[in-house]
């Protein structure tokens, strides 16, 4: 059982990693032996989708992880939600203008089960600026579930990432907790992004957590090296290290067009910081801080800033 760790607020107590488990390989191997049975279709717009696509999916995706940034939901619902869209996208058509409603029910469905007070139907309904009644939004929850076959359980990247700087050898001066925020964000940002469908969850967050440790240079400081950096990581997850050095680029290659798109945006001045690996030191709050019209439309709105409806967008 987990260990109990009480925050400030008097209203919530949250769960830190048992050391048990955490040292425990059967456990590892578990998540390992069962992440493909919770992953999509990696050709669902090419062989199920004809009205929507994938800059779509992005447009709603990144509303989602507005909610979750603004109702300060737990780091791993917003992926455990993305993986509920893309499993029901794998299996069931859809049109364009059902695709925010799809969204928000995986939302309300993920909070449900990761937080200790999940969003209310309520405030979801609010978010999408009452396009969607809460009618609608309790038909799709029964929806997605069924569709689903009630296997919400699923494991995402999040799942991986203490299993993984557990068994790195780093040197007890490093800051673990800041290389694991960093590597939550690159999570988060990456299941933005339909072309990461194709990695599995432990793909994914060991990628992350070399793109967070070669950013802050730890491979340099510890003398590993990349190379050394990735041997490790497939020691410890038996990922071919050809997917891992291709997961590892695409990472980086989104922080840093995120980055370039945050420098250039006005009222920036200088824009991030760039670590040594072309990865940009990372904010709290990822998606407000790497898309700039975000906190704008926030301010506006007073709510998540992203079209109420797809069907507003022209592609």
Avoid at 45 to 54: A, G, H, L, M
Avoid at 136 to 146: A, K, N, P, T, Y
Wanted: with cysteine; net charge negative; hydrophobic share 40%.
């Amino acid at each position: 059982m987990d260990l109990l760790c009480c925050e400030t607020t008097e209203t919530e107590c949250r769960a830190y990693a048992d050391p048990a488990l955490l040292g425990d390989d059967r456990v590892l191997q578990n998540l390992l032996q069962t992440e493909e049975r919770y992953a999509p279709s990696r050709s669902y717009f090419e062989c199920v989708q004809r009205d929507i696509s994938p800059l779509m999916r992005k447009i709603v995706a990144e509303w989602m992880l507005e909610v979750c940034e603004e109702q300060k939901c737990q780091d791993e619902v917003f992926p455990l939600s993305m993986n509920y869209v893309d499993r029901f996208l794998s299996i069931c058509p859809i049109r364009k203008s059902q695709l925010q409603l799809l969204g928000t029910a995986c939302l309300l469905l993920a909070s449900k089960l990761r937080e200790t007070q999940p969003l209310t139907a309520e405030v979801l309904v609010f978010y999408t600026d009452n396009s969607i009644t809460l009618d609608d939004l309790w038909r799709w929850e029964q929806l997605v579930v069924s569709k689903l076959k009630w296997e919400l359980s699923a494991v995402t990247p999040g799942d991986f990432l203490m299993h993984i700087l557990n068994r790195l050898s780093m040197p007890c001066t490093w800051d673990t907790v800041m290389v694991r925020r960093h590597a939550q964000t690159f999570i988060a940002l990456s299941a933005r992004e339909y072309k990461f469908s194709m990695y599995t969850p432990s793909m994914i967050a060991a990628a992350s957590v070399a793109a967070a440790l070669h950013g802050l240079d730890w491979t340099g400081k510890s003398g590993y090296g990349l190379a050394g950096l990735l041997d490790e990581l497939t020691r410890i997850t038996a990922i071919e290290q050809d997917y891992l050095q291709g997961c590892l680029q695409q990472i980086e290659e989104m922080i840093s067009q995120a980055a370039h798109v945050s420098t250039e945006g006005p009222g920036n001045g200088s824009g991030h910081q760039t670590m040594s690996a072309g990865v940009p030191s990372v904010p709290q709050r990822p998606l407000g801080d790497q898309n700039n019209t975000s906190q704008e439309k926030i301010l506006e709105h007073e709510k998540a800033g992203t079209p109420t409806d797809v069907r507003d967008v022209h592609f």
